[in-house]
């Protein structure tokens, strides 16, 4: 296959954002990377990347990748005063892909405005951490306009090489990543729960979520956080703030199309006690950017249970 020239642009360094930009990177692509804090993308340019200072340096590539927490982030990122698109004025990329997890709205609103301006919008939500994309077991969901799609599937397909469904034209992949976030709400909330009743019945975890694992019940979701409810490692992948946001935009669309959402609401009450929780801790800042299966703790602690490391050698399953 013939080596993919398009020019490419990145916005966003995060705990995702970086581990992304840099498959294309070590692809031998040429990608050019913008981040409100440089230093967070300098080490791509010792790989290969193009650091650039202002977002307008970005309105020149073919095809320009974001990935940032909110709507409101991208809106300002590709319209701000200091965009892609200073004030939304200008010309830019042929295709954007924004690989956020933002509202259906937001979603929409951006579209509309970028048409205007001459540019695609494909949405392309990820299903994955860091750890996930460097073991070469990212997903993603798409939508756009098929043309567009077409242009960028093989740049994704780099990004996310687990699998990437084409699901439609429009906001599709927005509705079906924050489908798949309240299902990750759900499952770590329940998870969390059956391993905390197995143990405080003399279940060692490890045993308990091995025995899980093996089941017809595994994944490779269960597999990769079974570690952190061995030995209470809460390096952060996902906040629990984000979780939160995801699953209200999720209750929201239920909302908006009268489909009942039970499980998931009373999962959102549980996320909220882990909020409540941690302005009884010393540091509550600290304690809700922990990664968000250290609910674990708020629910151990309602369920009178002290947890302790079980300092174990636990397999991620996403080892080669």
Known sequence: MAKNT??????????????????????GLDVSIWNRTR???????????????????????????????TGKDV???????NGVFPNGKGKGPAVFVDCSTIAVEDSSDIREKLKGLGSDFVAAPISGNAKVIKAGKLSAVTSGPEAAYKKVAELIEIIAPAGVAYVGEGELAR?????????????????????????????????????????????????????????LDWTTTFTPELLRKDIDLGLELGR???????????????????????????????????DFAAMMETMALAAGMKLESENKNVPTGLEH
């Open 256 to 290: 908006e199309y009268d489909v009942p959402m039970p499980v998931t609401a009373a999962t959102r009450e549980v996320i909220q006690n882990h909020f409540g929780a941690a302005m009884l801790q010393k540091d509550p800042k600290a304690y809700i950017e922990k």
């Open 175 to 231: 509705v079906c990543k924050i489908a798949h976030n309240v299902m990750l709400g759900v499952v770590i909330e329940n998870l969390i729960e059956i391993t905390l009743l197995a143990n405080k019945m003399g279940v060692p975890r490890e045993a308990f979520l091995k025995f899980m694992n093996n089941s017809v019940m595994g994944s490779m979701f269960t597999r990769y956080k079974a570690p952190a409810l061995v030995n």
């Open 75 to 81: 809106k300002e990122v590709y319209f701000g005063p």
């Open 39 to 69: 230093a967070k993308a300098d080490p791509l340019a010792a790989k290969g990347g193009k650091v650039v200072d202002k977002l307008s340096d970005l309105a020149s590539v073919d095809v320009l990748f974001s990935i940032v927490s």
């Open 6 to 27: 398009q020019r490419i642009g990145w916005i966003g360094m995060g705990r995702m954002g970086y581990a992304m930009a840099e498959r294309l990177v070590s692809a």
